[in-house]
C-alpha cells in the first residue's frame, strides 16, 4: 500500500465524484445509496477504502445497466470515526434523499447511527462495523463482514487448530468495544484450545502511546505468541517498542490490523510475520479478485485491503436485494428498507469476501474466514 498520505489525498476525488454524478441523475430514476466512515482522521485508510470500493462498483453496476432498470448514486460522508459526526453525516444524507445506508465503518459510529436508522427505518448494511451492538437496534439493519465475537472465537480456533503457540499473551484496548468484544470471546475460547493465556493487558484510548510494560508483561511470561485486537496505529507503536525492547513473538491481530502498512512513518519490515484473520486476500487467485484489484490499483494507485473488499461487495449485496424484492426508485426509504430486509435473507452472493454469502434475520452474515502473513511489505494468502 501507499503511505497514508496518498490515501487522504483521494478525498476529493471521492467527491468530486459523487457530485458529477448528483448532477448526472434525479430523483426519479436513481436509487440513492448513502456512505458514511472516516475519509479524514487517524482511521482514514478504512473510511477512503470503503468509499473508493463502493464507487468502483456503483460505476460497474451503472454501465452494466442499473438495477431493475435503474441507476444507482452514491454519496460519500466523512464522519472521522467521530460517533456524534457521524450521526450529522446521517442527517445530510437524509436531507439528500438517502434510500439505502452503506455504513458506517466504524463500530462505535455505527452503534450511533443505528439507532437512527432503526427509528426510521432506513436500510442499513455496514461494511466494517463489527461490533454486536451495530445492528441489534432493528431488523432492518445488516452487515458485510464478520461479528466480533466471530472474529475472536475463529482466532482462538486457528491459533489452536494449528499449532502456532503453547504459551499466549493478550493485549486489547478495554476503552473499546471493538477491540474488548473480540478478546471476550477469543478467551472463552482458548479455554477449549491447546494453549495456555499467559499474560493479558490492557490499555485505554488515554494510554495507546507506551505499551512497554504490556510488553515486558508478555515477554517475562515466555509468550510465543501476542494477540492484539485492535487497530493498525496502536499495532505499529507496539511493535516498534517491542524491537527496542528485543522481543519477536510471533504477532496475530484481526481485521483492524489491515492498513498496517500504510502508517506514516512506520518501518514496516517490523511487521514481517505478521498474521491476522481477515475475509478478503489481495493476492487470491480468482477472477473477480484479480479484476477487482487490479481496477482498484488503476484508479487509486494501491492495493486494497478488506474494508475495500467489504464495501464492494456490500454494494452488489444490495444490489441482490433491490433485484430479489423489485424494488423501485419511487419506493421511499421505508418501504424500500421492508423489502430489502425480507430479500436478505432469501439471496445467497458470491463475493471477494466470501462465496454462497446468506444472512439471517438478526442481520449476521455466514461465510468463512481466511488467514494472511505479511511477507515482504505485502498480505499474502496462508
Known sequence: MKKFSKVISAVTAAAMIAGSMSMMASAEDTFKIGGIGPMTGAASVYGMAVMNAAQIAVDEINEAGGVNGFQLEFNPQDDEHDAEKSVNAYNTLKD???????????????????????????FLLTPSGSAVDCITAGDNLFRVCFADPDQGTASAKYIGENGLAEKVAAIYDSSDVYSSGIYATFKAEAENQPFEIVAESAFTADSKTDFSAQIQAAKDAGAELVYMPFYYNEASIVFTQAASMDYSPLWFGVDGMDGILSVEGFDTSLAEGVMLLTP????????????????????????????????????????????????????????????????????????????????????????????????????KGM
Not at 480468482?286 to 454494494?315: C, S, W
Open 96 to 122: 439528500w434523499g438517502m434510500q439505502m445506508l452503506l455504513g458506517t465503518v466504524t463500530s462505535a459510529p455505527c452503534i450511533a447511527v443505528s439507532a437512527e436508522a432503526a427509528n426510521d427505518n432506513m
Open 280 to 379: 478478503f486476500s489481495a493476492d487470491a487467485e480468482d477472477d473477480l479478485t484479480k479484476n477487482f484489484v487490479a481496477k482498484y490499483q488503476e484508479q487509486f494507485g494501491e492495493i486494497p485491503n478488506q474494508f475495500a473488499a467489504d464495501a464492494y461487495d456490500g454494494i452488489y449485496i444490495m444490489k441482490a436485494a433491490l433485484e430479489q424484492c423489485g424494488a423501485t426508485p419511487d419506493m421511499d426509504a421505508s418501504a424500500i428498507s421492508d423489502a430489502m430486509k425480507a430479500a436478505m435473507t432469501e439471496i445467497t452472493v458470491d463475493g471477494l469476501t466470501g462465496a454462497g454469502m446468506t444472512w439471517n434475520a438478526e442481520g449476521e452474515p455466514t461465510k468463512s474466514p481466511k488467514a494472511v502473513v505479511i511477507e515482504n511489505g505485502a498480505y
